[in-house]
């Protein structure tokens, strides 16, 4: 969390939400979610819709961003089926490639995926989604039904973002990101961190390659972890370190621990290097890698 950009971005908010969202961001556990029941209250104190309410937090989701790089803080909303908002904000890493930085609505998508969300609604955004995440989310289903909010904008969908989409199915591939899946995965480790690891590399979304891979981090008390997700166009693929990454910031988790643990089965791709090559900008353990 970015507390001088949350000390700027608060009073941006509707002035009857100021205080219910320092509570929020105050409550431990901490996870950026909101119940459908908080949604719903927040809407009767702010007197706004639903629609209205999620282009009226985004100040508040992009200070969960860390742009060393950019300085450019970008805020991202998505409602799953369930009703629960999850947020997500670009992440960035300094000493690392930018091919490795999380775009916001990679990072609200896979929060939510993480969760088990097997459908989305509608996201919001503070800007444009760049090409490079409407490829991405074009991953979740070929209707590209899902709904986009904008700022000063109408609500589109993403079809109307992404004509003529490429996708898993020019691929002829069946899978889609959040479809439900669970690849037979396990190791005779007993090990609780190699163990979760496995767990993330058996939730893995790579109808291209095969590789199946998983991360595992040990941050203070929690274990945190991450689960490799391709895309149709390779690039937009999100590899396993990052997602972890992802719910350690929605999490308000430090980016600090003391093992790192790469659960992978390999097919065409190995995740090994660049999984070490991001730990290394990081200042993370080297990880270790636990073949399945």
Request: with cysteine.
């Amino acid at each position: 969390m970015n507390n001088t950009l949350l000390a700027a971005s608060l009073p941006l908010l509707p002035s009857a939400l100021q205080q219910p969202a320092t509570d929020w961001l105050a409550t431990r556990p901490f996870a950026a979610r909101l119940a459908p029941e908080q949604v719903q209250h927040w809407c009767a104190l702010s007197g706004l819709d639903k629609d209205q309410l999620m282009l009226a937090l985004l100040p508040l989701a992009r200070c969960f961003a860390h742009a060393s790089i950019s300085d450019f803080y970008v805020g991202a909303i998505v409602e799953g089926q369930s009703g629960i908002w999850y947020f997500g904000a670009n992440q960035e890493f300094a000493g690392a490639t930018l091919g490795m930085t999380i775009h916001a609505e990679q990072c609200a998508i896979n929060h939510a995926r993480q969760q088990g969300e097997q459908q989305l609604v509608t996201l919001a955004v503070n800007y444009s989604p760049c090409g490079y995440c409407r490829q991405f989310m074009s991953e979740i289903s070929q209707d590209l039904s899902l709904r986009v909010l904008l700022p000063g904008r109408p609500a589109l969908t993403l079809a109307d973002y992404l004509p003529d989409a490429f996708g898993p199915w020019d691929l002829d591939k069946e899978e889609r990101l959040l479809a439900p899946r669970q690849h037979s995965l396990a190791t005779t480790s007993t090990d609780p961190l190699h163990q979760a690891a496995a767990k993330a590399a058996s939730q893995s979304h790579a109808p291209y390659t095969g590789t199946l891979a998983g991360v595992a981090l040990q941050m203070g008390s929690q274990v945190v972890t991450g689960t490799y997700l391709e895309n149709a166009a390779y690039n937009p693929s999100l590899p396993p370190l990052q997602g972890a990454l992802i719910q350690a910031a929605m999490a308000g988790i430090p980016w600090q621990a003391s093992r790192l643990v790469l659960a992978q089965r390999q097919g065409k791709v190995d995740l090994k290097e660049s999984t070490a090559q991001l730990a290394k900008a990081l200042g993370l353990p080297a990880p270790q890698v636990l073949p399945l």
